[in-house]
């Protein structure tokens, strides 16, 4: 089954669960897929396309992972989305 492995230091900083749908967009090749998260180890830095969706990406290609959310008029209008841009490593910039 495809998923992706992401380090749980991320999810946290971007408020994405374990189970939630994403959509990965590959800077290098132009891929699109849509896949589910699955944690990763804290700190690790690790993003990793797993089963099927591996076949999409390569080690070193930069990736957008983008998460939706459903919500009223009034929720989106005061909506702040956030953006997390790690470290070559992954890694949270502190």
Do not use: H
């Not at 590959?26 to 804290?42: A, F, H, K, P």
């Amino acid at each position: 089954m495809g998923s992706i492995t992401i380090d749980e230091d991320l999810l946290d900083a971007t408020n994405m669960q374990a189970g939630e749908r994403v959509q990965i967009v590959n800077n290098n090749n132009g891929e699109r897929l849509e896949t589910y998260v699955i944690v990763g180890e804290r700190g690790s830095g690790v993003i990793c396309l797993n089963g099927a969706a591996a076949r999409k990406v390569a080690v070193g290609d930069t990736l957008i992972i983008i998460s939706y959310a459903w919500m009223d008029i009034d929720e989106a209008r005061s909506f702040k989305p956030l953006v997390v841009f790690p470290d070559d490593n992954n890694l949270l910039v502190k």
